[in-house]
């Protein structure tokens, strides 16, 4: 079979860069189901017949839990990521009332999310995206996590594992949940349960289904093409 790709959330460049594409893959696998079924209806107006999967990110069984514990934080809130003027703006704001962030990048995410008290998922530009790797492995390293509204969280995750609020909101919540450890603990620890007790076992059976229709499509195609 040919190559699969992994489409992300971007900008229309990307998009009909992907489209143009198109027919260079039997597949094509989206994290991201609201997206995955925008781009079916753009592939269908194309007249090529290309299925797309949308799938769950899943980790590793030795990553599914929080490494470290809080007794001694590196930073209060973790805001590694590319830096744009929107992020810099919360950014600048917290750390005016004092609080420290987390270097912008680094090769050590799990202990940089493990040492700080919150992270916070700010999107990139002021459109809705959502980073559902970093949302569900912030969760299993048992950290709070507050983001911007990501569309199809909702659907993913029970809104009690995390805190959803609007980009003015965000200086707030952040400031709130950081003077009360004990609701950030409680929220954190939510989350922690529900990926390895329900996000998980999701992840497998979607995998499980993506892989049954392979099998089918690669069994077709050599019936097709007359190989065995």
Same mark, same amino acid.
């Given at each position: %079979?040919?190559?699969?790709? =992994?489409c992300?959330? !971007?900008? +229309?460049?990307?998009? &009909?860069?992907?489209?143009?594409?198109?027919p260079?893959?039997?597949?094509?696998l @989206?994290?991201?189901?609201?997206q995955a079924?925008?781009l079916?209806?753009?592939?269908?107006?194309?007249?090529?017949n290309?299925?797309?999967?949308?799938?769950?990110?899943?980790? #590793?069984?030795n990553?599914s #839990? !929080?490494?470290?514990?809080? @007794?001694?934080?590196h +930073?209060?809130?973790y805001v590694? !990521?590319?830096? $744009?003027?929107r992020?810099?703006?919360i950014?600048?704001?917290?750390?005016?009332?004092g609080?420290r962030? +987390?270097?912008?990048?680094?090769?050590r995410?799990?202990?940089?999310? /493990?040492? $700080?008290? =919150?992270?916070?998922?700010?999107?990139?530009? $002021?459109?809705? +995206?959502?980073?559902?790797?970093?949302?569900i492995? =912030? %969760?299993?390293?048992?950290?709070?996590l507050?983001?911007?509204?990501?569309p199809?969280?909702?659907?993913?995750?029970?809104?009690?594992?995390?805190? /959803? =609020?609007?980009y003015?909101?965000?200086?707030?919540?952040?400031?709130?949940l950081? #003077?009360?450890?004990?609701?950030? &603990?409680?929220?954190?620890?939510? !989350?922690?349960?529900?990926?390895p @007790?329900?996000?998980s076992? #999701?992840?497998?059976?979607c995998?499980? &289904?993506?892989?049954? &229709?392979?099998?089918? %499509? $690669?069994?077709?195609?050599?019936?097709?093409t007359?190989?065995k």
């Amino acid at each position: %079979m040919a190559p699969f790709t =992994v489409c992300t959330k !971007g900008n +229309s460049t990307k998009a &009909q860069a992907l489209l143009f594409k198109v027919p260079c893959y039997d597949c094509i696998l @989206d994290y991201y189901h609201l997206q995955a079924l925008l781009l079916k209806k753009d592939i269908a107006r194309t007249k090529i017949n290309v299925p797309v999967f949308s799938f769950l990110t899943n980790l #590793r069984a030795n990553d599914s #839990r !929080g490494d470290l514990l809080l @007794d001694d934080p590196h +930073s209060d809130v973790y805001v590694v !990521g590319t830096l $744009s003027r929107r992020r810099r703006q919360i950014y600048d704001k917290l750390r005016d009332l004092g609080y420290r962030l +987390s270097p912008y990048s680094t090769d050590r995410f799990a202990e940089v999310v /493990s040492r $700080s008290r =919150v992270t916070l998922n700010v999107h990139f530009q $002021s459109w809705n +995206s959502f980073e559902a790797l970093r949302v569900i492995e =912030v %969760m299993a390293r048992r950290r709070c996590l507050v983001t911007e509204p990501c569309p199809g969280l909702e659907r993913l995750v029970p809104p009690s594992c995390y805190c /959803s =609020v609007d980009y003015r909101q965000i200086i707030a919540e952040v400031d709130w949940l950081l #003077r009360n450890p004990r609701v950030t &603990q409680e929220i954190a620890e939510r !989350g922690t349960t529900y990926v390895p @007790d329900v996000y998980s076992a #999701r992840s497998e059976q979607c995998w499980n &289904q993506i892989m049954t &229709q392979i099998e089918t %499509m $690669s069994r077709l195609q050599f019936r097709t093409t007359g190989l065995k």
